[in-house]
T-cell receptor, first 112, second 115 residues
Framework: QKEVEQDPGPLSVPEGAIVSLNCTYS??????FMWYRQYSRKGPELLMY????GNKEDGRFTAQVDKSSKYISLFIRDSQPSDSATYLC????????????FGQGTTLQVKP | DTAVSQTPKYLVTQMGNDKSIKCEQN?????MYWYKQDSKKFLKIMFS???????INETVPNRFSPKSPDKAHLNLHINSLELGDSAVYFC??????????????FGPGTRLTVL
């Protein structure tokens, strides 16, 4: 079993739709949870991070962590064609090394 | 002003060759990383240096050898290249390695193709 599991998609939605992206993880000791966005042929860039359980909102994006079920989610409201990218969940696996463990990434296409 | 830069951007080479990829960051960060992203977009840590000291050394063939001449630079040398080494290699950096959350900033990637 991989430490972080993510459905690779692809996921295709119409513009304006609400998008839900999800990951599960195996180690209950993980504390920091991240979502990275990667445009085609670019490096990943941090979208949001959350510490422990709870929700975090930034504009149209909401990150949610449920530690009891080891489930992390990213919601995108009013999706735009510019949101078309690969979204990678990541977990900090090393408290002293900064090691990030990534999910496989979900490719999202928002159609105008 | 590119924060994390990599050279070359593309690298096409024959099996058995030796090649190097260079990374530089101008963010003043202490920690740098090498990641490999395969054709299915799976991104996996390979190595990390903090203040020129190796702190992450994942299960990677010893044909891969990182080197950090100073805090701002991290290079990756690959000997005897194999077909399976074809991937995109990303360099990243962060302010430090541990403690509270430190955002990792990624470079643009080096697309390596081994023929």
């Amino acid at each position: 079993q991989k430490e972080v599991e993510q459905d690779p998609g692809p996921l295709s939605v119409p513009e304006g739709a609400i998008v839900s992206l999800n990951c599960t993880y195996s180690n209950s000791a993980f504390q920091y949870f991240m979502w990275y966005r990667q445009y085609s042929r670019k490096g990943p860039e941090l979208l949001m991070y959350t510490y422990s359980s709870g929700n975090k909102e930034d504009g149209r994006f909401t990150a949610q962590v449920d530690k009891s079920s080891k489930y992390i989610s990213l919601f995108i409201r009013d999706s735009q064609p510019s949101d078309s990218a690969t979204y990678l969940c990541a977990i900090r696996g090393g408290a002293f090394t900064g090691k990030l463990i990534f999910g496989q990434g979900t490719t999202l296409q928002v159609k105008p | 002003d590119t924060a994390v830069s990599q050279t070359p951007k593309y690298l096409v080479t024959q099996m058995g060759n030796d090649k190097s990829i260079k990374c530089e960051q101008n963010l003043g960060h202490d920690t740098m990383y090498w990641y490999k992203q395969d054709s299915k977009k799976f991104l996996k840590i390979m190595f990390s240096y903090n203040n020129k000291e190796l702190i992450i050394n994942e299960t990677v063939p010893n044909r891969f050898s990182p080197k950090s001449p100073d805090k701002a630079h991290l290079n990756l040398h690959i000997n005897s290249l194999e077909l399976g080494d074809s991937a995109v290699y990303f360099c990243a950096s962060s302010l430090s390695s541990g403690g509270r959350f430190n955002e990792q900033f990624f470079g643009p990637g080096t697309r390596l193709t081994v023929l």
